[in-house]
């Protein structure tokens, strides 16, 4: 099958713009003006009618399945109260009363205008249910509550001790009903497991939805810990069958060894990757929390809670050894790390594995918000790969400086710079932290504003990219992770056709309104798999 695109204003790479593009069997096999094109047979011809073209973006960091379950669950995101979200529970209730336990998600305190602005606790909960068990983990993912009733299915006291983790206790010294970091995958076991075929509509489900806002692949953290193997059959079944065009690659999560054996002996052995749709990917490990929740691992006390310098969710030792034996087993590392401490540490761990000084396995550091410039110029000479979120500032600018300081600040998120000093970058969105939709995303990264234009002339503003950066670090740069940037994240000859039309033109385009840009199609090798 041979396709031309015509009269498209269609991006190659940096100040190179071509009209016309020419496909063969999913494969790009000439770029150039409408003449050059069109001079070559085909079975048809698609006129773009001056549409910008872009490659489809590679989404570096999220978690898919999860997409999918918060579409199916008590969205809190809206939530301005505990109020509201006593109200949010209750209603969700109401509309689905066979539920035997209640799961929600997106709370965050920081956006409570009225009322007590803290974490939630299990009284609050209580208020919803005290019959049934109820969970909600706040937007990060890094905290969660359980009310009285969850707390008593699982049999949680104060003697219940989690590595890496904290159960917060009351004045008493009882569970107050908020989990942190690994201690959250305690709390949530009182959910009842879905089916496979529930998690497999809802993976199908969210998949639809990436390949809607233009994202056509994906570096997706879906596989956690002793439930691995579950998960790994369900994502099998999905690409073995050709359910969905999205091509995924797997970032699996073990934070104890000896699951990761298992792992080594087991799925790592026997399972088939395509490496086109289906790749094997990298181990994913958790070093810290979220800034939000004063879990990222700080070297020095938050300036707003003396005392308190986050939770580290893996020893340096822990780390260490996990990046040893992913790195003799020839498996890339990505690891979340938000404070300067998980950053320290994380250089460090992946500065042991190396030859010579050689990142030869492309470890990578997920998120690396919070970073001294003594840190990045570090990043950048060893080469480490910063799997960043620009969206993450729509909330973080309004709580960084009082988190940490104002100097900090200054050499955080530094997106620009870190780009200027040629350490490799790709964005992701950590959906569904944030929506995976890259506009706003993109918005965030050229403007270093809030979704609501603040601050006037953007947050450090030096750290402000060219749009035709951003577009490469969200393509190239994302393939680049995967070691996949010879075949994908370029519409040149040889790449796959994978590729998304714009309503609007995102180079000229006053930069307010980026954020509002919607895909009109998307293609992936060479098929459109969705039109508006």
Sequence with gaps: MRTILKNGKIYVEKNNFQEALLIENGIIKQVGSNKEILNNDTDKIIDLQGKTVLPGFNDSHMHL??????MTSCDLNSAKSIDEIIILGRNFLKENEDLTALYGRGWNQDYFTTGDKRLLNRWDLDKISTEIPIVFDRVCGHVSVGNTKAIEILGINKST????????????????????????????????EKSN???EEEFLKAANYALSVGITSVQSCDVSNKEFKNMFNIIHNIYNNNKTKLRYGIQFNFQNIEDFKDYLETEFKEGLYDEKFLSKGALKLFKDGSLGARTALMLKDYND????????????????????LATENGIRVVTHAIGDGAVESVIN???????????????????????SMKQLERIARLNIPIMYQPIFLDYDLKIVE?????????TSYAFNSLYKLGAPMSFGTDAPVEDCNPFPNIYCAVTRQGLDGNPVGGFFPKEKMEIQDVIDVYTIGSAFNEFKESFKGRLKPGYVADLIVLDKN??????????????EKTMVDGEFVFER
């Design 65 to 70: 399945a999860s997409i999918g379950a918060a």
């Design 161 to 192: 001790f989690v590595d890496g983790g904290t159960i917060v206790l009351d004045n008493e010294g009882n569970p107050n009903g908020i989990f942190n970091e690994n201690a959250v995958s305690l709390i949530q076991s009182v959910i009842p």
């Design 197 to 199: 075929k529930d998690k």
């Design 305 to 324: 809670a003396p005392g308190i310098k986050g939770v580290a969710a893996l020893t340096d030792e822990q780390l260490e050894d996990l990046c040893n």
């Design 349 to 371: 761990a992946y500065e042991k594995t190396m030859k010579d000084g050689e990142n030869s396995l492309r470890h990578g550091i997920v998120h690396c918000q919070i970073t």
């Design 402 to 410: 009082s988190r940490v300081g104002k100097e900090l600040s200054s």
């Design 506 to 519: 995102i180079f000229t385009i006053e930069q307010s309104f980026i954020k509002d840009i919607k895909v």
